[in-house]
C-alpha cells in the first residue's frame, strides 16, 4: 500500500521552506495532498498520527530560468540547508468527514559569503512553524466507491512560527576586523511567515486497471496579509518589509501495487510548487522570492499491519525565480532592469511515517 503525500512544501513547510527546494520557500505543504488510495478513509472514530522528514541543501541560482553558474564557480552562492519535521493528527468523526491538526519542527542553516571577502558567515534559524487546522470531507461515500473518489478540505493556518528570529551578520571593517550586528535572518530560513491563512485542497484517485491507479493532488494556501513588518535589508525600497505570500501545490501521477510482495507500492509523478508573483486576496508588496519549481518524483510506499511508509525523492527538472512585484516597481520606477536571483536544491527526501489506531 501507498500513502501519497504532498511535502509541504514545500516550501518551500509545516509552513517550513520544504517543498520548494530553495529560497523559493514553501511552508506547510508536509501533511498537505495525502490520500491512501488503497483504504482512502478512516473509520467513524478513530485516529491516525501523521508524520514527515523533509530535507534538502538549495544551492543553484536561477534569475528566470537562467542558472547563474558563475555562482558556483566564484563561489559566492548562497547554501540553505533545511530539516523539516512534521507531527499531525488526524480523527475520523465518520468514514467520510475528518479533522487534523498539523505542527511542525524546523531547523534552518543559511551560508554566504561576508560583503567584500572570501569568508563564509553561517546564520541559523529553529522551532516551530506555523500551525494547520483543517477538515476533508469525502465527495462520494467510500463504502461504494473504493476504486475513486475525491476528497475536499478547508483549513486555517494559524502564525505560531517566529517570523522575527535573529542572528548575527558580520561585516568587515578596515584593518581587517569583522564587526558583528543582530539581524533577522533571511526570510527564507524563518520558521513562521506572520500571517493568518486559508487552506484549500483538493485530492482524487482512479483505478487505471487492476493495480495502478492513477492520483491527483492540490493545495492552495491564501496569505491575505501584506507585509509581516520584519525589515529584509535589501538593497531595493520596494522590498525592505518581508511580503506574506500565498503559495500553491500540484502533484499528479501513477502508483502501482504489487501483489507479488504484500504491501509494497511504487510510484512515479509529478508535481509543481510556486510562490505566485501576485497574491489571489491582499496586497503583493513587500520582499519575496516567488517562482516555482516542477519536480519529477518517484517513490515507494510499504504497508504493515497499521504501520505505512513512504519514501519519495522530487528531483527537480525546470527551476524558475519570477520577477516580483518590487523587482517591476524598481524597473519602473528607475528604467533599470531588475531581476532577483533564488537558489534551488537538485533534489528533496521526504520521509512519511504514518500508523492508524
Known amino acids: 500500500m501507498f500513502l501519497l503525500t504532498g511535502l509541504v512544501t514545500a516550501c518551500c513547510g509545516a509552513w517550513t521552506p520544504s517543498s520548494g527546494q530553495g529560497c523559493v520557500a514553501l511552508r506547510g505543504l508536509g501533511q498537505a495532498g495525502g490520500i491512501d488510495v488503497n483504504q482512502p478513509n478512516l473509520e467513524n472514530h478513530t485516529w491516525q498520527l501523521n508524520t514527515d522528514f523533509r530535507y534538502f541543501n538549495s544551492f543553484r541560482h536561477y534569475v528566470g530560468t537562467a542558472e547563474q553558474f558563475q555562482r558556483l564557480q566564484l563561489h559566492n552562492n548562497v547554501i540553505n540547508y533545511a530539516y523539516n519535521f512534521d507531527f499531525g493528527l488526524t480523527y475520523g468523526l465518520t468514514n467520510r468527514w475528518s479533522f487534523s491538526l498539523d505542527l511542525p519542527f524546523l531547523i534552518f542553516m543559511r551560508s554566504q559569503l561576508i560583503k567584500g571577502t572570501a569568508t563564509r558567515e553561517h546564520t541559523h534559524s529553529h522551532g516551530i512553524g506555523d500551525t494547520r487546522i483543517y477538515t476533508d470531507y469525502w465527495v462520494l461515500d467510500p463504502k461504494t466507491h473504493f476504486h475513486s473518489n475525491l476528497q475536499a478540505g478547508l483549513g486555517i493556518k494559524l502564525p505560531t512560527g517566529n517570523y522575527d528570529v ?192
Not at 500553491?248 to 510556486?274: D, K, N, V, W, Y
Not at 516580483?324 to 532592469?337: G, L
Open 166 to 357: 535573529k542572528d548575527y551578520f558580520y561585516a568587515l571593517q578596515s584593518g581587517n576586523t569583522f564587526t558583528r550586528t543582530l539581524k533577522p535572518v533571511d526570510e527564507s530560513i524563518q520558521p513562521g511567515d506572520g500571517g493568518f491563512g486559508i487552506t484549500f485542497e483538493l485530492n482524487g484517485f482512479a483505478r487505471l486497471s487492476g493495480t495502478l491507479y492513477g492520483y491527483g493532488n492540490f493545495f492552495y494556501l491564501l496569505n491575505p496579509r501584506g507585509t509581516n513588518g520584519v525589515v529584509t535589508g535589501q538593497s531595493n525600497p520596494y522590498a525592505n518589509i518581508t511580503s506574506v505570500s500565498d503559495q500553491f501545490m500540484a502533484r499528479a501521477g501513477i502508483t502501482e501495487f504489487f501483489t507479488s510482495i504484500h504491501g509494497l507500492s511504487a510510484s512515479l509523478g509529478g508535481r509543481m510548487e510556486c510562490i505566485p508573483v501576485r497574491d489571489l486576496l491582499g496586497p503583493s508588496e513587500g520582499f519575496r522570492r516567488p517562482g516555482y519549481v516542477i519536480s519529477a518524483e518517484p517513490g515507494i510506499g510499504y504497508m504493515a499491519g497499521k504501520s505505512e511508509f513512504t519514501l519519495s525523492v522530487p528531483i527537480a527538472v525546470v527551476r524558475d525565480r519570477t520577477q516580483s512585484v518590487p523587482d517591476r516597481e524598481y524597473q519602473s520606477s528607475t528604467k533599470t532592469p531588475q531581476h532577483g536571483d533564488a537558489a534551488f536544491a537538485d533534489y528533496e527526501v521526504s520521509l512519511a511515517y504514518n500508523y492508524r489506531f
